[in-house]
């Protein structure tokens, strides 16, 4: 009695489930598979297994396969691992079983196969600026010449890899290299920073302080990547020149 098994592992689209336009954790893979009966007897019980998936979580459109006939089974979407994202691919097997010949005495058939999608890299990184406050500190009562600036900087891993040393530059206010906390970025997380900025004199004249900065990191392979800069202005006040006079009067003598 001859018997055998054929199992040929397809992948459909892979699925941006988080709509975030890039494929990493999280993100979905469909799979389908096809069995072939490669023999001369009938197969019965036919099934799918695949470490990847719960058991018996693959449903088969037919467990009983004549020679030469074929079944296609199906698996729930798969979630991609962030482990996987950050190789490069998700690669798993598939086996089909079946049994051949009478009971009490069948011939127990199967066959594996192998399927690796690529994960492309995508790194990225977002900044987002903003002025937390100004430090009035000559008392003024305005924005001008040796108050504080202090800026608050929000860095987000956007892409599908890890990043690591993320920093900050600012030139236009004196900052470069400035550590995130935490310096290294999963996918997904954020990271702060703060800075302050002294006005001069020179920003009155000019009567703003317009900056931009953008946030760089390092992925697990390929250079250090740079994020859109984000920018913020704030309006700077010239003291008006002024003069004060008392005037008194001397009571007659």
């Known amino acids: 009695l001859a018997a055998g098994i054929r199992a040929a592992t397809a992948e459909r689209p892979l699925t941006d489930t988080s709509?975030?336009?890039?494929?990493?954790?999280?993100d979905t893979i469909n799979y389908?598979?096809?069995v072939t009966n490669t023999?001369?007897?009938?197969l019965n019980g036919v099934v799918v297994s695949d470490p990847k998936f719960p058991a018996n979580s693959i449903n088969c459109a037919a467990t009983t396969l004549a020679p030469g006939a074929s079944t296609d089974c199906t698996a729930p979407a798969y979630s991609i691992q962030q482990s996987e994202a950050t190789a490069g691919s998700v690669a798993n097997t598939a086996t089909a079983t079946g049994a051949a010949g009478p009971v009490g005495n069948t011939t127990a058939v199967s066959a594996s196969d192998t399927v690796t999608i690529p994960i492309a890299p995508d790194p990225r990184l977002t900044i987002d600026k903003t002025v937390?406050?100004?430090?009035?500190?000559?008392?003024s009562g305005?924005?001008?010449?040796?108050d504080f600036i202090t800026y608050n900087f929000t860095v987000k891993n956007t892409g599908n890899v890890p990043l690591t040393a993320v920093?900050?530059?600012?030139?236009?206010?004196?900052?470069?290299d400035l550590a995130v906390s935490p310096a290294d970025l999963a996918p997904g997380q954020t990271g702060v920073a703060t800075a302050t900025y002294l006005i001069t004199t020179a920003?009155?004249?000019?009567?703003?302080?317009?900056?931009?900065?953008t946030a760089s990191g390092t992925p697990p392979s390929g250079p250090a990547i740079d994020s859109a800069p984000?920018?913020?202005t704030t309006r700077i006040v010239k003291p008006a020149p002024g003069l004060t006079i008392e005037k008194t009067a001397m009571a007659p003598a």
């Open 19 to 26: 709509g975030d336009g890039v494929i990493g954790a999280d």
């Open 32 to 34: 389908t598979f096809e």
């Open 39 to 42: 023999g001369l007897a009938t």
């Open 132 to 139: 937390s406050g100004i430090d009035d500190a000559n008392s």
């Open 142 to 146: 305005i924005n001008d010449a040796d």
């Open 167 to 176: 920093n900050i530059d600012d030139s236009r206010i004196g900052v470069g």
């Open 203 to 213: 920003d009155e004249d000019s009567g703003a302080v317009v900056n931009s900065a």
């Open 230 to 232: 984000d920018a913020t």
